[in-house]
């Protein structure tokens, strides 16, 4: 299956349980579920957060209808980001679609302004760890007891500009690239 049979798109409030599902099972396991239906549903709807789905219109594996094999989460600020959750199925990592979140999130900070984006992830999550680098993230802080008091994380950081007012002349990127 070619990553183009994958597309990406804003959530709806239907998506909130699968999705919820998705970071309890993917993101959350071994720490309580704090990212539950309800909570994601409020992040779909508020003005403030894109919630994006990676969506496969018919499964693979089962020959049916398909569903979300992937999702991300960002809550903007004035001047900063941060990547609340992202993840993908583990039968269709490393096809890009993690990349492609990732690409569509950073087009919607430049065009909203943004200077910085900032995440957390697991100490030990190794391959989490070289899929954000290589999305040019940069560790910047080790938090110990972040994930309810049972694991330290990792701060990671990605500058798209210099911090303070834009400057003149500033354009968004031209619509219609995703």
């Known amino acids: 299956m070619t990553p183009t049979a994958i597309t990406l798109r804003l959530a709806e409030p239907a998506d909130a349980r699968p999705l919820a599902l998705m970071s309890r099972d993917l993101i959350e ?104 680098r290589a999305q040019g993230f940069t560790e910047s802080l080790r938090v110990p007891g972040y994930y309810s008091g049972k694991e330290p994380a990792l701060r990671m950081i990605r500058m798209l500009r210099t911090a303070g007012p834009l400057p003149a002349g500033w354009q968004p990127p031209p619509a219609g690239r995703h």
């Not at 957060?49 to 569903?67: I, S, Y």
């Not at 094999?69 to 993690?98: D, K, N, Q, T």
């Not at 999130?105 to 391959?127: D, K, W």
């Open 29 to 132: 396991a071994g720490l309580g579920w704090k990212y539950d239906p309800a909570r994601i549903a409020r992040a779909i709807v508020d003005p403030n957060v894109t919630t994006l789905v990676a969506w496969e219109r018919e499964d693979r594996a089962l020959r049916q209808p398909g569903g979300a094999v992937g999702f991300s989460i960002m809550h903007f600020g004035e001047e900063r980001a941060h990547l609340v959750l992202l993840a993908v199925r583990p039968g269709y990592r490393r096809e890009g679609i993690g990349q492609r979140m990732i690409e569509w999130l950073v087009e919607s900070a430049l065009t909203a302004g943004i200077a910085s984006l900032h995440l957390e992830l697991r100490e030990t999550n190794e391959a989490a760890r070289a899929f954000y």
